[in-house]
């Protein structure tokens, strides 16, 4: 229909209740159940559009907050890994009274930073004050709310003071600097890399920032993340080149520098020869067939689990010449490598962190290699596996319970997976293996291999020359 002006009536369609707010229910009307539903359904709303909803492409930082309650659940065994043993860091753990005592170790910390860099607390403070609202932020509503601002500032700046004087004066060994002993300073291994424990990463570099040398902070932390990599079994000086430049990276906190540096570092993969390649072609990679489950059943399959040259926990590969190579980084195994493990597989398990799971697909595929103690004493025997914890069986079972309930990512190792499998299932590899195991797998077997040879070689010499027409 059209006006008389030759233009489009414009007709508004009256629908009912269209003239009300969003809400049909009046507010006054709502329960308190209701309430707080409809924000606890806004909260999450909110949560779908901050982890992606956005157009922005920057990477988005995981909050620090408390280890989700379903990986708790399933690590009953475990959760004292996840609590401080000395020293609490940030507001999640603040004013609990065992860790009172620390307060006043964290606070002359704090004082010897200052003094180091010829500064006082008022102009640190200030600073860290001044960043207080984008700070806050790093860490969930819940867990900071009981703090106003200078309270909230306050606790960083002593907690950020005194992270970094710890790990100075630790990676130096002068702990008389600080006037305490080193067994007092452990918090640095063991604390700092709690999901729970974690302060903003920015609050170091705005300390840093202010110090007079802030090289010097710099290179003992990337020092302290050397020297704590799980995969470091050359040494804390060797690998500090390899750690990237914090400058570099938005990282959220300690933890989450220490979860990347676990996947930096590639190795150029050794390929399969051409033997090796016709050898698995022949394969069945189908897993109803013969499968692997342990080190022990790999090494009777022909296959050898050897070091790699990086410390990347992704590079893990297949290779084959004659006999079967599984490349794995080393592993360090201390007091600290379980709540290591188990607070990285706690970030990687956060909602609001995107990641694809590396270092909990990891630690499954490393379970379903060990099953028993042989399995560890053949790994620490071939130099795989540095074990400081304690004995193989003890080394066993808990990496059994570690990887427990874990879901990896069944994709990542599907390749390496399959080749060991084409391998397993060859019934050429399979004869290839018993000669090797039979003849070269010791250096008497060998011997005795090469005696026999010898042997043969020299009866058919002599009865050839016994021959009445080779007498002469």
């Known amino acids: 229909m059209t006006s008389n002006h030759g233009q489009p009536e414009d007709h508004t369609i009256n629908i009912p209740g269209a003239e009300k707010s969003e809400s049909n229910i009046p507010e006054a009307e709502k329960s308190e159940f209701i309430k707080k539903k409809i924000q606890e359904f806004k909260s999450a709303m909110d949560g779908f559009q901050n982890q992606g909803g956005g157009s922005s492409s920057q990477r988005t930082k995981p909050l620090i907050q408390r280890v989700p309650p379903v990986l708790l659940n399933m690590k009953e065994d475990f959760k004292k890994c996840f609590e401080p043993r000395l020293v609490?860091?940030?507001?999640?753990?603040?004013?609990?009274?065992?860790?009172?005592?620390?307060e006043v170790s964290k606070l002359q910390f704090a004082a010897f930073f200052a003094l180091e860099n010829k500064t006082d607390g008022d102009t640190l403070f200030g600073k860290i004050?001044?960043?207080?609202?984008?700070?806050?932020?790093?860490?969930m509503s819940d867990d900071t709310k009981d703090y106003d601002d200078e309270k909230l500032a306050w606790m960083l700046f002593i907690d950020g003071c005194?992270?970094?004087?710890?790990?100075?004066?630790?990676?130096?060994?002068?702990?008389?600097?600080?006037?305490?002993?080193?067994?007092?300073?452990?918090?640095?291994?063991?604390?700092?890399?709690?999901?729970?424990?974690?302060?903003?990463?920015k609050v170091l570099q705005i300390l840093i920032g202010s110090a007079i040398n802030p090289q010097k902070w710099k290179e003992s932390l990337k020092?302290?993340?050397?020297?704590?990599?799980?995969?470091?079994?050359?040494?804390?000086?060797?690998?500090?080149?390899?750690?990237?430049?914090?400058?570099?990276?938005?990282?959220?906190?300690?933890?989450?520098?220490?979860?990347?540096?676990?996947?930096?570092?590639?190795?150029?993969?050794?390929?399969?020869?051409?033997i090796g390649k016709m050898l698995l072609s022949c394969g069945d990679s189908r897993m109803h067939r013969k499968t692997f489950r342990s080190v022990k059943e790999l090494r009777e399959s022909g296959i050898h689990v050897k070091p790699t040259q990086t410390i990347n926990l992704e590079t893990i590969y297949f290779y084959c010449k004659c006999l079967g190579k599984l490349m794995m980084p080393r592993l360090l195994v201390d007091d600290s490598t379980v709540s290591k493990f188990l607070n990285l597989v706690a970030l990687e398990t956060c909602r609001d962190f995107k990641n694809e799971f590396e270092i909990t697909t990891y630690l499954c595929?490393?379970?379903?290699?060990?099953?028993?103690?042989?399995?560890?004493?053949?790994?620490?025997?071939?130099?795989m596996?540095?074990?400081?914890?304690?004995?193989?069986?003890e080394l066993a079972d808990l990496f059994n319970k570690m990887s427990r309930d874990l879901v990896p990512d069944q994709q990542r190792y599907y390749e390496v997976v399959q080749d060991i499998h084409k391998y397993c299932n060859n019934p050429w590899t399979a004869a290839l293996t018993h000669i090797y195991n039979t003849h070269f797998s010791s250096s008497w077997s060998f011997l005795a291999f090469l005696g026999a040879i010898v042997g043969l070689l020299f009866s058919a010499t002599q009865a050839y020359f016994s021959l009445p027409q080779n007498r002469q």
Not at 163 to 186: H, Q, R
């Open 129 to 139: 004050k001044a960043e207080i609202e984008d700070l806050r932020k790093c860490y």
């Open 88 to 102: 609490s860091l940030g507001p999640l753990h603040h004013g609990d009274p065992r860790f009172q005592r620390a």
């Open 365 to 383: 595929f490393l379970d379903s290699l060990i099953d028993t103690a042989e399995d560890v004493k053949e790994l620490r025997v071939t130099g």
């Open 223 to 274: 020092g302290f993340i050397a020297q704590n990599l799980i995969t470091n079994i050359q040494g804390e000086h060797k690998s500090r080149n390899a750690v990237k430049d914090p400058e570099t990276e938005d990282y959220a906190h300690l933890l989450e520098w220490l979860r990347a540096e676990h996947l930096v570092g590639k190795e150029v993969k050794r390929e399969s020869s051409m």
């Open 162 to 201: 005194a992270v970094l004087c710890a790990i100075s004066c630790g990676m130096e060994g002068k702990f008389d600097k600080l006037n305490t002993k080193p067994d007092l300073l452990v918090f640095a291994q063991l604390d700092l890399f709690l999901l729970e424990n974690q302060i903003p990463y």
């Open 385 to 393: 596996l540095l074990n400081y914890l304690g004995s193989d069986e």
